[in-house]
């Protein structure tokens, strides 16, 4: 091969079809009619690959290749959708034809798996490319709306985030919180501080930390890491809800005064961020030290404000204490029904009612339900972007201990001095919306985590799938066949439900509407782009199956 770039039997670095993870493989030759490379990797698969799926191994970054065990993508679970495995000509597949996806039924595809079941293992190591330059951060991850923001915008959100909640908290206080006022006056600096207001954030910090570590409840397994690993999670999060509840009402039973909550919400929020700010320099300081493959793919891009940021660790645990987990399903989640419940108090006080009124219950049962459908279907939480991907940084523990807490309780802080009576057919039409949408969200997430933990699930039998050069299949039919993100959808519409009963006065009930929408949009983009790189045409024979992405002919 005299003019070609690669030589024969020169070790160089071939992409995985469909994915961009790099495997070291062998040149055998190069065919100058179709101008392609036939190379082998280490498992003995051999493949055609272009040229600009060859890399020299140079570019990319070392990784102990005792701790990095990821399988090749043709001898994970689905081993049979492999190119090695699907013909015995293995020598002579294209990467494009590999990664052109077939729809089949489900059932065969998993018989097929079966059979492959004793196959001898050979472990490769993939290597991720070197992105030493900023501008050249992959969108590869999820959590939230912010992840697109190169380093410059990570100190913008940074400081603007929190500022952000504390004018909320200051806005939602005020007679008339309407735009024309916004933003609110800032009161001197010791009114955002309450040595009192941040014990009492520990306290209830501390109290599910407890909760969580008491040996109840299953031990789940979360998804297979890079390195083959599957972590065990404790799921007990109904019965940390169940403890919280009879623990608060005993206490005012107790006679505590619950309307300290509204009474200090911003002392409160101030606390918690400080709680957040220093939960993520911890976190961002154990990452310093983690080993490569704990890592999260994105928040490594050595700029320090942007990987604090976006976090670095992908798991970051304290002997079996998963912190992002943690985070994520209990303090803040929990805190949320907590403050809803003592809003539902305090507008009983400031109005002089007997019972709350049918709006604050509303606000209060719905988002309870989400609440306890989050906890109930805990492991499903395991199959989410922000657990599998996303590295926990300043932005989760931000999202998880302030924002949830803070910003999704406005519509009952709203309606503590800000009354909104309900005429019978609005609320007969507002619950049967909240319904509607909770039917859609659950049955698709359950749909999806059942289909991810088992694809050969007698129940899923009758869905038909997309098999992908990676192993894993995709749904094509069922809820997945309606829309892409048909969760997304039930999910705003819940969040419709939980406006409409504050009315249409002012725009502050309708934060959580209009962040949601933005939020969930640019989360379907970006896991658009995550999905096509992952699975190469199997995803675009998906996008032309399922032609909308979350609202069925609209969007
Ligand atoms: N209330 C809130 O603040 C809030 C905020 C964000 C999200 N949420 C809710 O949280 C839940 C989880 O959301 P998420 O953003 O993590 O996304 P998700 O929709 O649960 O997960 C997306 C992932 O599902 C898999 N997938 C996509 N299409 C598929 C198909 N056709 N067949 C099989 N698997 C498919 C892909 O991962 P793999 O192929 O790698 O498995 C994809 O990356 C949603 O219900 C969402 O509404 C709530
Ligand atoms: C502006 C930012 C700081 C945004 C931060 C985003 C996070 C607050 C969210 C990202 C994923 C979300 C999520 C839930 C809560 C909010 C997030 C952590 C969730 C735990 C709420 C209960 C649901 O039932 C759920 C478990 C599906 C959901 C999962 C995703």
Redesign the pocket.
Known sequence: MPSVKYQRGEMVMGRWPGSSLYYEVKVLRYDASSQLYTVIYKDGTELELKEQDIKNAAGFQTRSRSRSRSRSPGRRRSRSRSPARTTRRSSSRTAAAVATAAITESAPTSRRDAKLKDTPEVRLSPLVMKCGKLNIIKLTTS????CFVLPPGAYFWLLF?PAWVLFLVLQVNLEDPSLANFPPLLPPFEAFWDAQALGFVILWVLFQVLLYILPVGKLSEGMPLRSGERLKYRTNGFFAIAVSAVAVVAAVHQGVDLTYIHSHFLQLATASLLISVLLSIYLYVRSRYAAPEQLALGGNSGNVVYDFFKGHELNPRIKDFDLKFFC??RPG?IGWCLINFAMALAEMKEQSLNAPSYSMILVNLFQLL??L??LW?EE??LT?M?LMHDGFGF??A???LV??PFTYTLQAYYLVSHPNLLSLPALAAIVTLKLVGFYIFRKS?SEKNAFRRNPSDPKLSHLKTIPTATGKSLLVSGWWGVVRHPNYLGDLMMALAWSLPCGFSHLLPWHYMI?FII?LVHRDSRDMSECRRKYGSAWDEYCRTVRYRIIPRVY
């Open positions: 959590a939230s709306l912010l985030l994520e399903m989640l989400y609440v459908d989050g279907n499903a939480i989410t922000d932005m989760l931000f999202g998880d924002w949830v997430n962040y939020l």
